[in-house]
């Protein structure tokens, strides 16, 4: 059974609904992480808090392993070899911000692929992480 992970882009939209989803759904640890970080409230992190330890229980919670790290590392490399080479051999400097997300995004790409789970996302960096990951499934929404 193939299995559909949410990216936080997907869960953060203001049209979002669980029912709209491919089914059946997993959770990784970094988008719980990604959304607790952005949280407005105490009760919107409860809410997040409780999903991360719903899906823990119910064995549909992914969490980097340390090959991930080590996976995610090496395409975080090839990406900014790719903006070095794009830009003639000197990449501009990315804020630290971008950085993290682009470290975030490659996590949960080598935790899904890994685990042959389909990221469900309408962030463009994860097809250019695809390219170097090649058993990443992913799905526009």
Same mark, same amino acid.
């Given at each position: ?5 949410p990216?936080?882009?997907? =869960? ?10 491919? *089914?059946?759904?997993?959770?990784? /640890? ?10 407005n409230?105490?009760?919107? &992190? ?9 899906? &823990?229980?119910?064995? =549909?919670?992914?969490?980097?392993? =340390? ?6 590392? #090496? ?7 790719? #903006? *070095? ?10 804020? /630290? *911000?971008? *950085?993290?997300?682009i /470290?975030?995004?490659?996590?949960i790409?080598?935790?899904?692929? #890994?685990?042959?789970?389909?990221? =469900? ?8 992480i695809? #390219?170097?990951?090649?058993? &990443?499934?992913? &799905?526009?929404?």
């Amino acid at each position: 059974m193939s299995f559909f992970l949410p990216d936080t882009n997907i =869960i953060q939209a203001k049209d979002f609904s669980f029912e709209k989803l491919y *089914k059946p759904l997993c959770f990784s /640890a970094v988008v719980f992480n990604e959304l607790m970080t952005a949280c407005n409230d105490t009760k919107e &992190l409860k809410q997040y808090q409780k999903g991360w330890k719903d899906a &823990l229980a119910d064995k =549909i919670l992914i969490v980097p392993t =340390i090959e991930d790290w080590f996976e995610a590392g #090496r395409i975080q490399f090839l990406l900014a070899q790719d #903006r *070095k080479n794009d830009a003639g051999g000197k990449s501009l400097k990315r804020p /630290a *911000k971008v *950085k993290q997300e682009i /470290a975030l995004d490659c996590l949960i790409a080598a935790s899904c692929s #890994r685990e042959n789970i389909t990221v =469900i996302t309408n962030d463009g960096d994860f097809w250019a992480i695809g #390219r170097y990951l090649k058993k &990443l499934k992913l &799905l526009k929404f």
